[in-house]
């Protein structure tokens, strides 16, 4: 297992896995099984929860191959939202599941920010899926339009978890300018501080995926803050920002100004 | 040969290789065979055409190789069109279509967006890279700068059809911020109407970079358009949206507003 | 070792490894060993300097591994700037060095942008480090606030060069939207032009993540002006964009009016 470099660095404390805090979540477009493995052999410690996103998972040949794979390395394998809430809509749900649990998915995502899928109905998708998978619900429109209620969202991922959800995902999409964020980009920080005070921060996934985001909660709830839908690409760098090993994120001591150079 | 998942879930038609609609068309900027080979073995049922992007291929000596590969997989390796601008400009333009000839290139793009190549010399090499390629050829400029005009670019279609194009790429860039595209990236709307109209949706691949652009022209023109400029990394994410498997192409049939739960 | 293609094009002059000028620096932010084999059996006569980004190095545990593939390939392993910041903000800055050493880099950055080191405590980490390594100094502050002074970042390069660095790196950050350029990317040219009048294109190194400050920089200081911070994914691009082998940067003859067809 690979681990952290020479130890010449004091760096923040940080959880080690199976993490309940501090989770690291990847978004995965269709990264081919071979990228997957060359990942995983050099930041497999800092990866938690793979999710083949959104449909992607429905059209992939490798996907068994693939979350086996990820077992070996010690990472769940975790389905997209938005398969199951198409299923729903055709009412395919349970046919979703058992596909699921035969690609071997140990984990999967419910959620209703596509296809407004009443409360009482994805509460129920919960509680079915958490029969045989660790489920994670999400919470959050995908939809620039719907109003965002930190009280709601509060309320919501109070019932998920009620309902057997083990971790709450806070809506964010892959380009970060929904939900958790405004459209700029920047969080809702009112959004985070409710979710964090009701729901605790050990319950939350902030997905999170634009650098400047991942700083800003980094910043904000720790090191052991869980990070969702953060590319593949991104993951060492996520993990450097945890640690205080990039520059939007190192602790620097404030120091008197004639200090400094030239600028 | 991949093919789609379980098949619990109802899909729109979906048109199969090798197509003469609904193509999905990448753009490689210097991928090594290997990653290609790997994307190959997950998505080749959803990549047609697969062009080397502007000079790239003057400069990657695996180009023979991949091309070699990509045959296997029944994907046509394309020329890119600024490289054969550049050799006309030089008065090389034969010879660097005997070079496309030696690589093994099936296919090759004639542009004219970068030169300012005359319609009557466009038309010329057209006719003389038909004689042995599969022929894109490309309308627009790449320079914002120059007005862009339906009625002219239909034209051109015809004319470059006329002259033994296979199909007629519609120019977006790698950015999606010219030509089909306003400088914000929002779809010309009219400009492709007229296209469609005029030309046909089965002759016409677009240019569409950005997911909201592939959105777009899917939600207008249907899971079959032809699109172009594909990133590598995005294949398997185009083919989600074509199939309504991705929340911003998903067919939710309107539903009564107070069936929500908190947003 | 790969070569340009057939050889029927004229192309700009361009120098050949190993390179005092036009070099290409490259960025790492965490490649898997793999992919940067694959990247260098296709690319490697265009990269000269690999940077292993800010502190990623101090996680990866290939990174004895990479150096050494690197070394095969005449390219040349280099720490990030930040990691010795930090190291050096906790007072182990001479650890880092010898952590470097045991690594095998034969390439560090001092830089100071983030922890407002004294200039006199950079030339003495640049001293040191320059008794082991070839040294890149990095000028220019990673925070937008920090005002920019084309005197003081000339001054300051050229104390870098003579405490014993061999190029300067002028910051531009992964963004591209600090140090050399301004908030929404366009280059400061009054600087460009300071650093290139008293401190010479020979010995500056401009990073240039964006596709359109490679192009203004090419554009501007020629085929063999050397850049930095290209994305491992953009190095054939960027080799293309020096060759004028892409739009951005093609040397086009000015043409009559008329002899263009409809755009």
Redesign the interface.
């Known amino acids: 297992v ?5 130890g ?3 760096l923040p404390a940080r959880s080690e896995k199976p993490r309940s805090v501090g989770l690291t979540h990847v978004l995965d ?7 997957v493995r ?2 995983l ?3 497999a410690p ?1 990866i938690d929860i793979w999710k083949l ?10 996907v068994p191959d693939k979350i086996v794979l990820l077992q070996e390395y010690d990472v769940l394998a975790c389905t997209g939202g ?2 199951l ?3 729903w ?2 009412d ?1 749900h349970e ?2 599941l058992s ?1 699921a649990a ?1 690609c071997g998915f140990p984990c999967v995502e419910v959620s ?5 899928m ?2 009482q109905d ?1 509460e129920k998708l919960v509680r079915a899926a958490a029969e045989r998978f660790t489920v994670l619900s999400e919470v ?3 939809d620039p339009a ?4 930190p ?3 509060a ?2 991922s109070l019932a998920d978890l009620d309902a057997g959800a083990r971790w709450v995902v806070a809506e964010g999409r892959e380009g970060g300018t929904v939900g958790l964020y405004r459209p700029d980009g920047t969080p809702r920080d009112d959004l985070v501080d409710r979710l964090v005070s009701v729901v605790g921060a050990d319950r939350m996934i902030f997905e999170a995926p634009r ?1 400047d985001q991942q700083a800003w909660l980094i910043n904000e709830l720790g090191a052991d803050v869980s990070l969702g839908n953060i590319a593949t ?5 996520v ?2 920002l945890r ?5 939007d994120t ?1 602790h ?2 404030a ?1 008197s100004d004639d ?5």
């Open positions: 690979p681990r952290a470099g020479a010449f660095l004091d477009k269709g990264l081919p099984l071979a990228d060359h990942l052999e050099i930041a800092y996103g959104w449909g992607t998972a429905y059209l992939d040949p490798s938005t398969l809430e198409l299923a809509l055709q395919r046919d979703c596909w035969d209703n920010g596509t296809v407004g009443p409360l994805k959050g429109s995908k719907v109003p965002v209620s009280d709601g969202w309320e919501q650098k690409v991104e993951v060492l760098g993990e450097t640690l205080g090993l990039r520059s190192m620097v001591p120091r200090s400094q150079g030239p600028a």
